[in-house]
T-cell receptor, first 113, second 114 residues
């Protein structure tokens, strides 16, 4: 059973547009929610992360929105650029071991020039 | 800046053979995690070590074992390899801290079992 569900599986956005990726989780014990970016042949790299005590976190063009009651969180990429084309994974973990990440299925983002 | 180093980068093995993957964490990082990523799949947590002791275990087959050495590097040993073991294996490291949750991933070892 997939504990973290991610959608869409793939996304095509025009340059300058907004990319939105959604995730939902089941386990209410999760209290750390990071987003990772992965380029082909490379390891995932942390983009931004949030904890349930805040509803939104923004870092540059990347924003996480968090809805604790709905057990959902999303990544918004503003002013999307071709260099943002990559696979994005949401993840969740617990404070007892934040490095033990449960990943979503991933979203392949293509930003067209 | 130094990153997580994994070796080898690529490894080709036959069924039933053994393989050893190595991971060198970022200096002063004392925690190591191993993940397995199948083709087109999300990474799956295998096992983690903190200060040379196993700290957590995930979906790691009994045929696999791992350890962390005194210099904090880690090795993942895989025996009786099966076709389904073909995957990208990532190591990640972090500095254990209540406030530092950032994981740094290596570029992975691509294992192909023929």
């Amino acid at each position: 059973q997939q504990q973290v569900k991610q959608s869409p599986q793939s996304l095509i956005v025009q340059k300058g547009g907004i990319s939105i990726i959604n995730c939902a989780y089941e386990n209410t014990a999760f209290d750390y929610f990071p987003w990772y970016q992965q380029f082909p042949g490379k390891g995932p790299a942390l983009l931004i992360a949030i904890r349930p005590d805040v509803s939104e976190k923004k870092e540059g063009r990347f924003t996480i929105s968090f809805n604790k009651s709905a057990k959902q969180f999303s990544l918004h990429i503003m002013d999307s650029q071709p260099g943002d084309s990559a696979t994005y994974f949401c993840a969740a973990s617990m404070s007892s071991n934040t490095g033990k990440l449960i990943f979503g299925q991933g979203t392949t983002l293509q930003v067209k020039p | 800046a130094a990153g997580v180093i994994q070796s080898p980068r690529h490894l080709i093995k036959e069924k039933r053979e053994t393989a050893t993957l190595k991971c060198y964490p970022i200096p002063r990082h004392d925690t190591v995690y191993w993940y397995q990523q199948g083709p087109g799949q999300d990474p799956q947590f295998l096992i983690s070590f903190y200060e040379k002791m196993q700290s957590d275990k995930g979906s790691i087959p009994d045929r696999f074992s791992a350890q962390q050495f005194s210099d904090y590097h880690s090795e993942l040993n895989m025996s009786s390899l099966e076709l389904g073991d073909s995957a990208l294996y990532f190591c990640a490291s972090s500095a254990y801290s209540a406030t530092n949750e950032k994981l740094f991933f290596g570029s992975g070892t691509q294992l192909s079992v023929l």
